[in-house]
């Protein structure tokens, strides 16, 4: 498994609720991804930064949907380009389940 982190700095003036109008509005775009196990949305206590945190089943799924147009996408929906961090995933804790689960 492969994780993927992208900071986004928010746009000056920017309030919590638009940003989670804007999740709420663009979180169904990531249903059905190919790879694509789980996303998560995080919000700065600040509000100044957003996250977005991907878990895929590898780094090349990882990399096949990160487009430059997927970059110019974003880019222009936060009005600058963000920074990307990624990490091998060998294992993940479904704590609630209680099962862990490794990688393949």
């Not at 100044?48 to 895929?56: D, E, H, K, P, S």
């Not at 990399?63 to 990307?84: D, G």
């Not at 990624?86 to 993940?92: A, I, N, S």
Request: hydrophobic content about 45%; cysteine-free.
């Amino acid at each position: 498994m492969h994780t993927v982190m992208w900071t986004f700095k928010v746009p000056a003036g920017t309030t919590k609720a638009k940003l989670v109008e804007t999740i709420k509005a663009t979180a169904h775009t990531y249903q059905g991804i190919p790879g694509l196990i789980r996303k998560y949305y995080g919000i700065a206590p600040d509000g100044q930064t957003l996250v977005g945190i991907y878990l895929w089943e590898s780094a090349a799924a990882a990399n096949a949907f990160y487009t430059p147009e997927w970059i110019a996408l974003v880019t222009k929906r936060w009005n600058a380009p963000p920074m990307r961090q990624e990490w091998e995933t060998p294992m993940v804790v479904e704590s609630a389940a209680r099962q862990l689960v490794a990688a393949e």
